[in-house]
């Protein structure tokens, strides 16, 4: 009965956004209030519908009703209750519905939160962010419904795929979600500003905090399917280019450049045209990777669905969202006049950069991504472009990106001197060539690349620190330490972000660059050295039982060189005996400065295991950074320019009483 | 996808893929009998293996992959670096043998060309329009500076109180 109010509900919340895409646009187009005020009321209903349609699913899920063919499929009743949550959202239709809960939320919140805005703005966002979710809504109802009974249910469950039933990857996807859903704020943005056909300071400053706040969940997903890959598959990589990740890199990294030109906008009124692309390419993208993982069009790993008709279906959404947001942009664009000007050398110039680079290495990302379809489509080549292409392609756009970082962050606005920015960050560049010469000179014989990695990220994270404390003005260095804690909250967001980002490019160049592997038949009770530790395996126990698992497990003690032991490591392999399949559990010894991590490996005929150890230096620091690079935009996004905000929102002030303009 | 022979191969290698999956013990790749004794010819066969695909797997590089076809190929690679082949001379090998899809560095030959020429392409186009843009915002600076601030001030004032 549940699923069937659940089924009624989303067939409502589908009806509802299809009314909430008309009457506000109408009623903004003819200055009819009444109209444009159903947009709110409408947009919370839509939410509640959701909500309460994907509360069934789960529901669904949680007490395993098979008659439910997406359970009977994807759940089992022996799978831990955190699976069983995990699984709603672990299959085609279930992630389809997690991804629309987020849209209308996102909408719920900008018309909570938007009082704001001028009411014909904000009921045109409403609308329009109505219209995407009509359309996605309609995907769900007619092709990929999660309510679908079974006629003759069976005893249990086909259980999730192993590989997913993990806590990393339980929250991977609610995470990316909700930024690349969270982009579509911005598009809403977007294109009613189109329609409005005006863009100012204050069209910045609204979509800002949407923007950052989809990039910030966007970091964190992105990260913890890095880390994911890291501990699980087994040989810790953490990036392999694969079509899937790309498709979340590619928002990351267009959404990383819109909310630095909506800083343009909101403080200079310049780059608005360029801006508004930004936000619809960046939504763009999002839906393109939908595209790419909901249709399986290109293979890999991540692709639950492998069904034409539902690529097609996602096709024309992207088709229809994108061709219609450009023509508009086409035939508007042009009444968008820049005010602000500024000098050659200026931190507008410094922004510019920063989207030049940011953008082209996203198009480097997509042709990439999408160059095997064209070869084959029009060449008849079939080929792949896999992670030497990346990294060749990628790696000096990072490079660039990490040189001129700091120096644009300090950059004034209008008209600067670039003399007195880089005396300023004349310490960050001696210790960054110092840090590199040293690596240079510790590793002799490698790669000249990873000392330069390695120098430009103390260059990165220096100046942050230089930024922050350029901020605090002159004076005795107690006095400015004291200040330093009193700094707008947007400032120590900025700079942790910029911190963030050379942290974990340290620990990505290092890990790449130095890290020490280790291939053996390992036998007990014979140790052997790995880099500046001794293994020893000191039995491997099979058919151990897990809840819906079995599992070959090793004990493998790690020691200094001295024969001190550090700890023991359990490598594991299981078999899932329901879905069939194999899954490695690495043995990591989690530090600061270095993983010690241990794969075990097949039975030997002569007696042994072989066993696998990698010594990864800072492997931590890359998702450290990442974390980092997240807390920096949450800072941020917590500034009291935008709590003055949404505190207005919530005040029964009179209507309108914005923010002014700083 | 064009020709159905095409969609056929990759159903076929799909098919491949998922059973060999669901067969493989998972053990990751380079298993410690593979490995030559002599160091420096192990090394270039990692390196060779990184840019190699295992083509019954889902975009994985046979150096990296369980999958059975994947140590056929990597004890391949070792074997004619053994009887002394160059890098470029094995990968020929396995190329002649498995067809350009095996590359995961594509060759740059033909059409291809196209991709790698792609990013420095899109840089100097991006490049030269910022360089414009910057360049426009400059010059008509000089006159309009002062009178800007204020005006900005009232309309965005206006625009609030609307």
């Given at each position: 009965m549940i699923v069937e109010l659940g089924h009624f509900a989303l067939i409502l919340a589908f009806m509802v956004a299809v009314f909430q895409m008309i009457v506000p646009l109408v009623g903004a187009h003819r200055g009819n209030a009444a109209w444009m005020a159903v947009a709110d009321p409408a947009a919370t209903t839509q939410f509640l519908l959701t909500a309460f349609s994907f509360g069934a699913l789960t529901y669904a899920f949680v007490t395993s009703d098979f008659s439910l063919s997406l359970v009977t499929a994807n759940s089992h009743t022996l799978k831990p209750l955190i699976y069983k949550i995990s699984g709603v959202w672990g299959n085609h239709e279930g992630s389809l519905l997690l991804w629309v809960l987020i849209l209308t939320l996102f909408g719920a919140c900008a018309s909570w939160f938007?009082?704001?805005?001028?009411p014909s703005l904000k009921a045109r966002v409403l609308a329009v962010q109505s219209s995407i979710a009509a359309a996605f809504f309609g995907f769900i109802l007619f092709t990929s419904n999660p309510f679908t009974r079974l006629e003759v249910p069976p005893f249990d469950g086909r259980d999730l795929n192993p590989l997913l039933q993990d806590p990393g990857l339980a929250f991977h996807p609610p995470f990316l979600y909700l930024g690349y859903v969270g982009l579509s704020m911005a598009f809403s943005f977007a294109v009613a500003a189109l329609i409005e056909g005006r863009v100012d300071a204050a069209w910045g400053r609204w979509v800002r905090p949407w923007t950052l706040a989809a990039w910030v969940f966007l970091t964190i997903g992105i990260g913890l399917g890095s880390w994911w890959a890291y501990y699980e598959l087994g040989w810790g990589g953490f990036w392999f280019w694969d079509p899937v990740e790309n498709a979340s890199l590619m928002p990351w990294l267009i959404a990383a450049a819109l909310l630095h030109s909506a800083i343009v906008v909101e403080k200079r009124e310049s780059l608005k045209s360029w801006t508004i692309l930004l936000a619809i390419l960046a939504f763009g993208f999002s839906l393109i990777g939908t595209f790419i993982v909901r249709s399986g069009?290109?293979?890999?790993?991540?692709?639950f669905a492998n069904d034409p008709e539902r690529g097609v279906y996602i096709l024309m959404i992207l088709g229809f969202f994108m061709g219609g947001a450009l023509l508009l942009f086409a035939l508007r664009a042009g009444a968008m006049e820049a005010k602000g000007v500024f000098s050659t050398v200026s931190r507008e110039s410094g922004l510019v950069v920063n989207n030049l680079l940011l953008a082209v290495s996203c198009f480097v990302v997509f042709i990439g991504t999408v160059w095997p379809l064209i070869a084959e489509m029009f060449w008849d080549r079939t080929l792949s472009v896999g992670p030497p292409f990346f990294n060749a392609a990628v790696t000096p756009f990072v490079l660039g990106l990490a040189v001129v970082l700091p120096i644009g962050a300090m950059l004034p606005w209008k008209r600067a001197k670039i003399g007195r920015a880089m005396r300023a960050l004349a310490p960050a560049f001696v210790l960054a060539l110092a840090v590199g010469l040293l690596t240079y000179a510790i590793y002799t014989g490698t790669s000249a690349l990873s000392p330069i990695g390695v120098a430009l990220s103390v260059w990165l994270v220096a100046g942050a620190v230089t930024d922050l404390w350029t901020r605090?003005?002159?004076?005795?260095a107690g006095g400015r330490a004291g200040r330093l804690w009193r700094l707008p909250r947007a400032d120590w967001g900025k700079a942790l972000a910029h911190a963030g980002v050379g942290v974990t490019l340290f620990g990505v160049v290092t890990l790449t660059g130095y890290q020490v592997e280790d291939i053996r038949v390992a036998r007990e009770g014979e140790p052997y050295q790995v880099g500046a530790y001794e293994i020893e395996l000191l039995g491997v126990e099979e058919n151990v039982q897990g809840p819906n698992y079995i599992s070959t497990l090793a004990h493998v003690a790690v020691r200094t060189l001295e024969g001190r032991e550090i700890t023991q490591l359990n490598p594991e392999r299981r078999i899932y005996p329901v879905a069939g399949m194999p899954t490695t559990e690495a043995g990591i010894d989690s530090g600061f400065t270095r993983d010690v991590y241990i794969a075990l490996g097949d039975p030997q005929a002569a007696g042994g295991w072989a066993l696998r150890t990698w010594i990864k230096p800072f492997a931590n620091w890359i998702w450290g950074g990442t974390i980092i690079m997240a807390l920096g935009g949450f800072l941020s996004l917590s500034d009291r320019r935008y709590r003055v905000a949404a505190g207005a929102a919530k005040a029964p002030a009179p209507r309108g009483q914005g923010v002014p303009a700083e | 996808m064009t020709g159905a022979s095409t969609s056929l191969r990759r159903a076929a290698m799909l098919l491949v893929a998922t059973v060999t999956l669901a067969l493989a013990v998972p053990a990751g790749a380079v298993q410690p009998d593979e490995v030559l004794d002599n160091p420096v010819l192990e090394e270039r066969a990692r390196g060779i293996s990184a840019g190699?695909?295992?083509?019954?797997?889902?975009?994985?590089?046979i150096d990296e992959s369980n999958a059975t076809l994947a140590r056929d190929l990597r004890l391949m690679v070792r074997e004619r670096l053994v009887a002394g082949d160059s890098d470029e001379e094995v990968v020929a090998y396995i190329v002649d043998r498995y067809?350009?899809?095996?590359?995961?560095?594509?060759?740059?030959?033909g059409s291809t060309i196209v991709l790698w020429l792609a990013p420095a392409a899109l840089l100097l186009l991006g490049g030269g329009l910022s360089l414009v843009y910057i360049r426009k915002r400059g010059r008509s600076a000089a006159p309009s500076e002062a009178a800007l601030s204020p005006e900005e001030q009232a309309r965005l004032k206006d625009l609030l109180h609307e």
């Open positions: 938007g009082g704001n805005l001028p069009v290109l293979t890999s790993v991540h692709a605090t003005g002159r004076g005795s | 190699l695909r295992c083509l019954v797997c889902r975009n994985e590089s067809g350009e899809y095996v590359l995961l560095r594509p060759t740059m030959t």
